[in-house]
């Protein structure tokens, strides 16, 4: 498996905190851009967050912007989504993916901007 998300899989309250984590097997870890998306069920997939490959730029969907935040830390090759004030609306299930390029821009909120998806970890947000 080249990328592993998890941290989910529990139930949190509303307002409460969780952080996700992908761990990448890839050598050329440092070299793109990664993101965050989530898809709840019944609904199409969704832009989180997305991060350059640095770590300097950020991006963020309004729906989340002020309450996650995307770091990524390229020794240990680990992306992750500190994620709080947790709303009912955010339960999904949360994908990271390797973007093509190597910064995050309004462009990193598409999905056809990434070539390569881990296996998603559920998120629940019990009201």
């Known amino acids: 498996v080249q990328l592993q998300a998890s941290g989910g899989g529990g139930l949190v309250q509303a307002g409460g905190s969780l952080k996700l984590s992908c761990a990448a097997s890839?050598?050329?870890?440092?070299?793109?851009?990664m993101g965050w998306f989530r898809q709840a069920l019944g609904k199409e997939r969704e832009f989180v967050a997305a991060?350059?490959?640095?770590?300097?730029?950020?991006v963020y969907a309004d729906s989340v912007k002020g309450r996650f935040t995307i770091s990524r830390d390229n020794a240990k090759n680990m992306v992750y989504l500190q994620m709080n004030s947790l709303k009912p609306e955010d339960t999904a299930v949360y994908y990271c993916?390797?973007?093509?390029?190597?910064?995050?821009?309004?462009?990193?909120?598409?999905?056809?901007?990434?070539?390569?998806w881990g296996q998603g970890t559920l998120v629940t947000v019990s009201s």
């Open positions: 890839l050598r050329t870890f440092r070299s793109y851009g």
């Open positions: 991060i350059s490959r640095s770590g300097g730029g950020t």
């Open positions: 993916a390797r973007d093509r390029r190597q910064t995050a821009t309004p462009d990193s909120s598409k999905t056809g901007t990434y070539d390569l």
